[in-house]
């Protein structure tokens, strides 16, 4: 294995700011904003990201 020397990895820095954020929020703001997102993207907000990034990886 890999020594490591004080960096960390994308996955790694994600684990960690999520659980600090966690600690910090609690459970009611990730509600909050998963509501916000709902509003804001409506029902097909989902799809439509799906397709931009489709569209994207086109491109590339």
């Given at each position: 294995?890999?020594?490591?020397?004080?960096?960390?990895?994308?996955?790694?820095?994600?684990?960690?700011?999520?659980?600090?954020?966690?600690?910090?929020?609690?459970?009611?703001?990730?509600?909050?904003?998963?509501?916000?997102?709902?509003?804001?993207?409506?029902?097909?907000?989902?799809?439509?990201?799906?397709k931009?990034?489709?569209?994207?990886?086109?491109?590339?």
């Amino acid at each position: 294995m890999e020594e490591k020397k004080g960096q960390m990895t994308v996955q790694e820095a994600g684990r960690r700011g999520g659980l600090k954020t966690s600690e910090t929020h609690g459970e009611e703001f990730y509600s909050e904003i998963g509501s916000k997102g709902g509003r804001i993207g409506g029902p097909n907000g989902g799809q439509r990201v799906r397709k931009l990034v489709r569209e994207g990886k086109k491109r590339v």
